[in-house]
């Protein structure tokens, strides 16, 4: 075996790493949460040719899929939903008519390899704290290493621009919050304020996930469970179909903005 120098091996991954992070501090979509609609939007974005970087708080990615239901770690998407993990080569089995499962390892691995591939950068242990705003639209984020967040030094952040920004925090709605507590009562809310995550109502959780995928205030959507909480939807549980739907969704939406220059 040749030897090994523990500073080349250091040296290889801070440049590594300098390049990729410098690569993506000018971006067209800079998605916030790893989680299922964070990475399926991600996914059809890359695959469209847009630059697109993925913050992510915590170490691993995937959001609530990773624990299933009560780390019961199999997932359940309605028939509507089943087509999107077969595209990324998850292996899905009927339950009875509209109830499909997956395993929930395997979902979060292959949804995030598969966007990875496409082109997609998953920055993860970054925090958003803030956003980069101009006269009436959020251009960009400002990020912070999460563990410098944990222990609650006093380190200043750095930014990276965007844009179109997409809060797919889930329940926390952490860049929505950011946005209000700037900017009080100017979100694209009945009430121009986050309407807050109702109790569980399955059915209704997974139609409204999808309705409420849409722009919040300029340069920023709202995607997966954070579109619930921000626009006053209620929660689904261990149901994923309506997330998987609203990543696709907001790329959608995003693509024909970048097409139009706008």
């Known amino acids: 075996m040749a030897e090994l120098n ?29 989680g ?3 990475l ?19 170490l691993s990615v995937g959001g609530g899929i990773w624990g299933g239901g009560m780390l019961f770690n199999e997932i359940v998407v309605q028939d ?31 949804l995030a390899a598969r966007a990875i591939q496409k082109g997609v950068t998953i920055l993860n242990g970054i925090t958003v704290e803030d956003v980069v705003m101009r006269p009436n639209r959020v251009i960009g984020l400002v990020i912070l290493w999460s563990a410098v967040e944990i222990a609650g030094l006093h380190v200043d ?21 950011v946005v209000h ?6 979100l694209m809310t009945p009430t121009g304020n986050i309407e807050g995550e109702k109790s569980m109502w399955s059915e209704e959780a997974e139609k409204l996930t999808l ?27 261990p149901i994923f179909g309506g997330m998987l739907l609203s990543g696709e969704k907001v790329a959608h939406l995003i693509d024909e903005r970048l097409k139009q220059g706008s």
């Not at 399926?40 to 915590?58: N, P």
């Not at 077969?86 to 009875?96: A, D, L, P, S």
């Open 211 to 237: 309705e409420n995928t849409r722009e919040v205030f300029p340069g920023l959507f709202v995607a997966g469970m954070a579109a619930n909480a921000t626009f006053g939807g209620p929660r689904m549980g």
């Open 80 to 110: 509507e939903a089943r087509r999107i993990l077969e595209e990324f080569g998850v292996r899905v089995n009927r339950y009875e008519e509209n109830y499909y499962t997956a395993d929930a390892i395997e979902t979060v691995s292959l």
């Open 6 to 34: 523990e500073i080349i091996i250091t040296r290889a991954i801070i440049d590594r790493y300098h390049a990729k992070i410098t690569g993506n501090l000018d971006v067209d979509v800079a998605i916030v949460g790893a």
């Open 157 to 177: 952040p750095l930014a990276i621009r965007a844009k179109y920004i997409v809060d797919a925090t889930g329940h926390d709605t952490e860049v929505v919050k």
């Open 36 to 38: 299922p609609s964070g």
């Open 40 to 58: 399926v939007a991600g996914y059809h974005l890359a695959q469209k040719g847009y630059r697109v970087t993925i913050f992510e708080r915590k």
């Open 181 to 186: 507590k700037k900017v009080p009562g100017r």
